[in-house]
């Protein structure tokens, strides 16, 4: 092969807020990046991502978790038997971060951010019964989860799950976010 390695300058390390200039440039089928760093910010001032749950037990809307230090949480209850879950940052389904396996129910390590169409069926499972309470804890690199209680479901709750629901998917968002319908 004539395959040639070439070292192109030093590696510049981008820190927390360091901001480039990054220029694409297409030439017939030649396509090169170049960047050009332009300046920084105070990382203080950069904005702390927020995360949310999307699950089964939401109809894949989301709900926000609570910050306290670098974990965060969520306590939800489940309506019905299961309990399968992705977690959101800064509500882009672009950034999903998902178990490694299929319908995993052994918390651990976190895979992604993916975008939702390649994280779809890489849930999280609780394994929930109708009625649990859980709470989820996420920390940028592990998720995990732990049964909290169980309560008996209101009367209310259960017409709540005796009520279908219906959800559109489009191509609007490529087929892959889930938009419950109201009547």
């Known amino acids: 092969t004539d395959l040639k390695t070439l070292a ?4 510049d390390p981008g820190k927390v807020g360091d901001q480039y200039r990054v220029h694409l440039q297409i030439a017939g ?18 904005p702390v ?5 999307t699950s089964s ?12 230090g670098d974990t965060w949480t969520l306590e939800a209850q489940m309506l019905r038997a299961g309990g399968e879950f992705h977690i959101v940052r800064n509500e882009d389904f672009q950034q999903v971060l998902h178990s490694e396996a ?15 169409s390649m994280a779809r ?9 109708e009625g649990d309470f859980f709470q989820i804890s996420f920390d940028k690199k592990d998720v995990s ?4 209680r169980n309560e008996e479901l209101t009367e209310e709750q259960k017409r709540e799950v005796r009520h279908p629901h219906f959800s559109v998917v489009g191509s609007w968002s490529g087929y892959a ?7």
């Open 57 to 68: 037990w939401n109809g894949w809307s989301l709900d926000k978790m609570s910050r306290d």
């Open 102 to 116: 299929p319908s995993s129910d052994k918390p651990g390590s976190v895979a992604g951010p993916s975008d939702i």
């Open 121 to 129: 069926g890489l849930t999280w499972s609780l394994g929930a019964d």
């Open 8 to 11: 192109v300058g030093s590696a």
């Open 145 to 148: 989860w732990k049964k909290l």
């Open 177 to 183: 976010i889930q938009r419950g319908l109201s009547w």
């Open 29 to 46: 089928k030649y396509r090169s990046v170049t960047w050009e760093k332009v300046g920084s910010v105070d990382p203080s001032t950069v």
């Open 49 to 53: 991502s927020e995360y949310y749950v």
